[in-house]
């Protein structure tokens, strides 16, 4: 074989090589090319993501809003019961003292 010879076969499996690889590369990217579809799908998918992110953040904002509302009600009627039930326990010891100041007034 000549030099020229091989010069050309060298330069025939090249090109044959680089074709094979050219196409190759243009089936893959045919295969794993996103459709236009499927990219607005993401766009609608991630945007429903957010609003409900938004809607997920504005909940746990009220209820720790009401949590706070509530837990200040509940320290304020337990406030309420304790003043009550010491007024209770004061008037109950008043009328104890009043019936035996009654009953020694009786007796005597």
């Known amino acids: 074989m000549s030099r020229a010879e091989f010069v050309i076969a060298t330069a025939i499996v090249l090109f044959v090589a680089f074709c094979l690889g050219w ?10 090319r996103v459709a236009a579809g499927d990219v607005a799908e993401l766009d609608r998918m ?11 953040d504005q ?35 008043e009328t104890e003292e009043l019936r035996a100041w009654i009953e020694r007034q009786q007796a005597g």
């Open 46 to 56: 991630s945007q429903e993501l957010h609003e409900a992110e938004e809607t997920r």
């Open 59 to 93: 909940a746990i904002t009220y209820l720790q809003q009401r949590e706070a509302e509530l837990t200040n009600q509940l320290a304020q009627t337990e406030a309420e019961l304790r003043a009550a039930m010491d007024g209770l326990r004061d008037a109950r010891h």
């Open 23 to 32: 196409f190759a590369n243009w089936l893959v990217h045919r295969f794993t």
